[in-house]
């Protein structure tokens, strides 16, 4: 069975693209599982940027197929931010209810769709012969009043989707890999992989 290695150690990551490569019939395997732990820059200036960087530094040092994400929420309100600095947004050991706490605040006078805001999430594989791809998926919505909902991670919690009524972390596994960022972008990689692999 063919091996992808998922350049994360984000145990939510990794459980939605399980899911959804599951009938490509390989192995998924995080950085975790293979025991492989670098410092890896993301310096770059947009998400396929950054997702590029992780994917081909670890291609680099195993020598298989990588695949990378690299996802931020951009509040349009906020000028979209907190964007490709999402994950470092107030530091990166803050947790997402003060990360997220705070974005409800900064937002205390903004009504209607001031509140817009969408998830996007770039993809990039990295091949053992050097050859890259990346796709992008994206999810329009709103930034919720509360923190709301025990599904998902990072600011799926205030993530707020008019057409169902709920914010992702109120929404089941299946139903956020369907509709999200990371999820669309994804099934877009998949075509690829399935011609390459």
Do not use: W
Not at 21 to 30: A, C, F, I, P
Not at 39 to 50: F, L, Q, R, S, V
Not at 178 to 190: D, N, P, Q, T
């Amino acid at each position: 069975m063919k091996e992808i290695i998922f350049a994360t150690t984000n145990q939510g990551k990794v459980k939605e693209l399980k899911m959804i490569l599951k009938d490509l019939g390989v192995k998924v395997l995080s950085l975790k599982d293979i025991n492989l732990n670098v410092d890896i820059k993301e310096n770059g200036t947009t998400y396929e940027e950054n997702a590029l960087i992780k994917a081909t530094t670890i291609a680099r040092l195993t020598n298989k197929i990588v695949l990378a994400d690299d996802s931020g929420l951009e509040v349009d309100y906020l000028d979209k931010a907190p964007g490709v600095l999402s994950a470092r947004f107030m530091g990166e050991d803050t947790s997402y209810d003060i990360k997220n706490q705070a974005i409800i605040d900064k937002l205390a006078n903004a009504k209607g769709s001031e509140r817009s805001a969408r998830f996007v999430s770039a993809i990039a594989c990295a091949m053992p012969n050097g050859e890259t791809f990346t796709t992008r998926g994206t999810i329009e919505g709103e930034i919720g009043y509360k923190i709301e909902g025990t599904e998902g991670f990072g600011y799926d919690p205030i993530f707020y989707v008019p057409e169902f009524g709920c914010t992702t972390a109120e929404l089941t596994p299946e139903q956020k890999n369907k509709i999200s960022h990371r999820g669309k972008a994804l099934e877009e990689m998949k075509k690829i992989l399935i011609q390459k692999i």
